[in-house]
């Protein structure tokens, strides 16, 4: 008797069709295209290389861990941790300063379209020891792409100085600041009325040692030892008295008045003295053998 032919199961269906599933919320979609963020690296061979959580998924937890930790740095650490993909704190500190805020997705595209951060993943962070740098190690890291000119300004006037007197400023503003400043710092400037006239130095005078006098005041019971000067200097005959325009300000209303009198002065540096109340706290500040996690930001 002849075979009968085989028939395929009626409950069995073969489908070649690829669909790619969202391990968070389980959404699955016929195209990963304006679903997924692509991963350069290639760790997720089975979807195609395209991260395995939606990016509906992965702006919600942006937004939770954002809010959990009050910073968008670390939501976006702990984002791209899970997604695998590079973490540096200087990228993410040039997407803030174009764009106003970086989220994963900004990271992710720049990462897939940059050359230099391709193939990597988030073990590249770890082990270039990028979680553990600080503030002034990024700055530090920027400010040696400068060109050698600019890095020879920044150390001259450094050195000149005594001190960086740009601590603080966004980095394009240091690398103009420092720059500009070294200009005054030239052979034959006393000759120079124009470059004289645009030295506006200013004196914040509170006639004590303040920081010093303010860990005392709120930490140390008002007891007060070598803060209190009760100097009699006056800064505005000490400026005429070298040559150059001295201004006082003893009150809020008077200060744009004051600067622009020492815009005015053409001929000569000008030096403005505030006069503070030694009482006046500034913050924020840190407690004696505090850390960072113990800012201050109002009494």
């Given at each position: 008797m002849p075979r009968k032919p085989k028939t395929a199961d009626a409950d069995i269906i073969?489908?070649?069709?690829?669909?790619?599933?969202?391990?968070?919320?389980?959404?699955?979609?016929?195209?990963?295209?304006?679903?997924?963020?692509?991963?350069?690296?290639?760790?997720w061979k089975a979807n195609?290389?395209?991260?395995?959580?939606?990016?509906?998924?992965?702006?919600?937890?942006?937004?939770?861990?954002?809010?959990?930790?009050?910073?968008?740095?670390?939501?976006?650490?702990?984002?791209?941790?899970?997604?695998?993909?590079?973490f540096y704190n200087s990228l993410y500190d040039s997407i803030v300063q174009s764009s106003g805020t970086c989220t994963?997705?900004?990271?992710?595209?720049?990462?897939?379209?940059?050359?230099?951060?391709?193939?990597?993943?988030?073990?590249?962070?770890?082990?270039?020891?990028?979680?553990?740098?600080?503030a002034l190690?990024?700055?530090?890291?920027?400010?040696?792409?400068?060109s050698k000119a600019e890095i020879q300004a920044k150390d001259d006037v450094i050195a000149i100085v005594g001190y960086d007197p740009f601590e603080g400023?966004?980095?394009?503003?240091?690398?103009?600041?420092?720059?500009?400043?070294?200009?005054?710092?030239?052979d034959g400037i006393e000759d120079d009325p124009y470059k004289l006239s645009q030295i506006i130095q200013v004196v914040i005078n509170n006639h004590v040692l303040g920081m010093v006098r303010q860990w005392q005041t709120l930490f140390y019971d008002h007891r007060y030892s070598n803060t209190v000067l009760n100097d009699k200097v006056d800064f505005v005959k000490l400026a005429e008295a070298m040559g150059a325009?001295?201004?006082?300000?003893?009150?809020?209303e008077e200060i744009a008045a004051a600067f622009e009198e020492a815009k005015k002065n053409t001929k000569a540096p000008t030096v403005i003295e505030f006069i503070i109340d030694p009482e006046e706290m500034v913050y924020p500040m840190i407690k004696p053998g505090g850390t960072l996690e113990d800012m201050i930001m109002d009494c």
């Open positions: 073969v489908s070649d069709k690829k669909s790619y599933k969202c391990l968070c919320c389980g959404k699955e979609y016929d195209s990963p295209i304006g679903h997924f963020y692509k991963n350069s690296y290639g760790n195609d290389n395209y991260t395995p959580i939606c990016k509906e998924c992965v702006t919600e937890m942006f937004e939770k861990y954002s809010r959990m930790y009050e910073s968008d740095r670390t939501a976006c650490i702990i984002l791209c941790h899970i997604l695998d993909i590079p994963p997705g900004k990271m992710s595209r720049i990462v897939l379209n940059q050359r230099q951060f391709q193939m990597q993943t988030f073990s590249n962070t770890l082990t270039n020891g990028e979680l553990n740098k600080n190690d990024v700055r530090d890291e920027k400010e040696q792409k400068w400023h966004a980095e394009n503003d240091r690398r103009y600041l420092f720059s500009d400043l070294i200009k005054y710092f030239e325009v001295g201004i006082r300000v003893t009150k809020k």
